[in-house]
């Protein structure tokens, strides 16, 4: 994002908006996450940022809705999402 990125502050601020404003909702993980989600992270290799993108994909998956992403990896896992793409730096 380079210095288009946000401090963590700046994005709670921005969280917030949204969550005001109608342009995002916050979902609890569903009770039936567990399984979907082992399935996906049951390889044999260390990958800590693979762990973290299976739970994101399950969470996806077993809620039924689209993940929105600017990660090629993530969007290639997780069936029907869609991948962003930035903006050309100014």
Known sequence: MGNKALSQAEAWDLY?????HGHAAYVE????????????SG?????????ADSYVSAFAQ???LRLV???HTLQRRTAGA???KPLPRM
Do not use: H, M, N, Y
């Not at 993980?29 to 996906?40: A, K, V």
């Open 43 to 51: 390889s044999g290799q260390v990958a800590p940022k693979d762990w």
């Open 62 to 64: 077993v809620s039924g």
């Open 29 to 40: 993980e569903p009770p039936s996450i567990e399984p979907t989600f082992r399935s996906l």
């Open 82 to 84: 869609i991948l962003l």
């Open 16 to 20: 917030d908006d949204w969550i005001e």
């Open 69 to 71: 992403t600017f990660d």
